[in-house]
């Protein structure tokens, strides 16, 4: 755990009071880590936009009915190798599978698989989710 | 303008330098600035999303030449006169018109207006951005 | 008004009834257009990915109060004359201005002068709503 | 698979030579399947916006030294259990870890959970990505 320093700030009186009033209200029970939360969210954001390194989530919904599609999704993954951290499998029902896929990779890499598996056929959904490393934010 | 109180918070050190490193990159020459500007972005967000009265901008490009399309649009706008606040057309080329159209009211009618906008024959795009009334942020 | 092609294309059976009703839920009298708008809506996001000449509609929230504000966003907005299409500035409070500003250009030329503004102090939001010149939509 | 429709739609011809260019450069082969995904696309997000049966996949990344971490986030994910259909858990470094949760159930819900561990002291990031059932997509 890195070591914690004191930092004051100025916020306007009514500023103030509605900073807490949404501390509360999110359920948090500590406003500075409510306000660290605020600044790792801001961090990942610039770490995305500057196709820094990065960790994304990419869901995937699809049929695997679909002939020859989970061979592409596979040889696809394989491709990217290095880059992919873990991959889940669900049944969700008797043709339906979800998949969750971590990639660590640059921005632009981890977007342009999500779209190249999005447009196989079968692939009903394809969705990313923006995560980090997380060295820029412990 | 309102009273400034003094505030402090904990802060892992690499998280500060880092926090140092984003207000300068993002140009803010003030810390406090760059934390309060975090908290009002999160304000606005919570403002849209619990449905409390927000200031919106929708933004039209259409068509002028669609038949009645100018009348079904001003309609619309009367319909919530006491909802928009101000209209502003300008000539993008000889065909298309682009409006900003800035309107208070609940978070759920503005999205329902845009979106009225949005289906009318000859809109070709219909965007809203969220703003605030300012109540909460001031 | 461009002329009309008609054009074919295969959907599952129930993914069309789900269009149907979507369409319907949507407001929309009319398949085509409700089609059409979806793709230039993707058409728009393609617009600002790849950083081309693009139109948005900037909302500024701000306290006039504040020393010397209103000359440094008159000065921003002199420094992008040429891009910048329309401002309307609307009395929200005895305190508290909104302005909605029109700017045409390269999508990231536009991002930047919306960062510009919102990193002045007494600025309390500044949002950027994505449109277009209507170029590849009409 | 389900029955594949022949439906027709009208297109402005410059729109339908932009719809063509647009398939061409998301590397799609084919004009109906990338429509098809632009119309499930809008069904998710609907899905969401009516807080339906949803499935989102939860993004965490943590330090597993911060004291009984694990043991609540174990605990709170215990509490919908008959929510969360997997769990992936991967070692980003010596201190780190990134983990997956795919969750089902109404999109509020699904929210909620990921708030609430995002609040949690360690917990360094949490986001969501939306996805579906796929019980309106097939």
Request: proline fraction near 1%.
């Amino acid at each position: 755990m890195a070591e914690l320093e004191r930092v004051s700030m100025s916020l306007e009186k009514p500023l103030l009071q509605r900073l807490e009033r949404l501390v509360r209200a999110s359920g948090y029970t500590n406003r500075s880590e409510f306000i660290r939360d605020l600044i790792r969210g801001k961090l990942v954001e610039e770490e995305w936009e500057r196709d820094e390194e990065a960790v994304g989530t990419i869901t995937l919904l699809y049929d695997h009915h679909q002939r020859g599609l989970s061979d592409r999704l596979t040889h696809l993954q394989h491709d990217h190798h290095s880059n992919i951290l873990a991959t889940t499998h669900v049944h969700l029902t008797h043709d339906l599978c979800a998949e969750m896929i971590m990639v660590r990779g640059q921005g632009k890499m981890v977007r342009a698989l999500a779209d190249s598996m999005r447009r196989e056929k079968g692939v009903l959904h394809a969705s990313l989710s923006m995560s980090s490393t997380g060295k820029s934010l412990a």
